[in-house]
């Protein structure tokens, strides 16, 4: 199964919204996890079951979508928001990521 | 609290082959799988494969097959990869993460840079 993120890169003013995509090509149910990772950093898990915050996640990250079709809303986008968000089937292996979207201010 | 901590940074020449290591501590080894995972550098994840902890089965995604081996000892409560044949291309950071079945990777180590250099 191929996880096919888009955009590549998405330019967002402070405050604004953004989505962004993920697309699964064969259904993975609810299993898809979305990570954000900032330079330098490993990945740290922000959304799971398509749609459940994880630990300690602000509430301005949303998940929604089920099937094939996933997106990653992050709603007033703050300066320590930047970085690159993946995607990722879990449900079974192999655990593909999609490529990443880069989000910047 | 789950950690996982892994061993340092490595330069290897091409041919040669790495191991690297990932230790648990905070939660019960053998209720989760450990996943490695590969970022070259200015690249994204790329998912490796899986061992269970518990059974010692592992599971590797298809580019790696025949190239990696996945281990884990339950009395130290630390996960091994190792990675043959290291060609320039498999310069990358390499990342440790726990995954509870029908969860996903929810906690992941501080990375090991290996540098393929002659």
């Known amino acids: 199964i191929v996880m096919t993120q888009s955009p590549a890169t998405l330019s967002v003013s402070p405050g604004e919204s953004a989505t962004l995509s993920c697309r699964a090509s064969q259904s993975v149910r609810s299993s898809v996890a979305w990570y954000q990772q900032t330079p330098g950093q490993a990945p740290r898990l922000l959304i799971y079951?398509?749609?459940t915050r994880a630990t300690g996640i602000p509430a301005r990250f949303s998940g929604s979508g089920s099937g094939t079709e996933f997106s990653l809303t992050i709603s007033s986008l703050q300066s320590e928001d930047v970085g690159v968000y993946y995607c990722q089937k879990y449900n079974t292996w192999p655990h593909t990521f999609g490529q990443g979207t880069k989000v910047e201010i | 609290q789950a950690q996982l901590v892994q061993s340092g940074a490595e330069v290897k020449n091409p041919g040669a082959s790495v191991r690297v290591s990932c230790q648990a501590s905070g939660y019960e080894f053998t209720a989760y799988f450990i996943h490695w995972v590969r970022q070259a550098p200015g690249q994204g994840l790329e998912w490796m494969g899986r061992?269970?902890?518990?059974?010692?089965?592992?599971n590797y995604a298809h580019k790696f097959l025949g190239r990696v081996t996945m281990t884990a000892d339950t009395s130290t409560t630390t996960a091994y990869m190792d990675l043959n044949n290291l060609r320039y291309d498999d310069t990358a950071v390499f990342y440790c993460?726990?995954?509870?079945?029908?969860?996903?990777?929810?906690?992941w180590g501080q990375g090991t840079l290996v540098t393929v250099s002659s």
């Open positions: 993460a726990r995954l509870k079945s029908g969860l996903p990777l929810d906690a």
């Open positions: 061992i269970n902890p518990n059974s010692g089965g592992a």
């Open positions: 079951g398509a749609s």
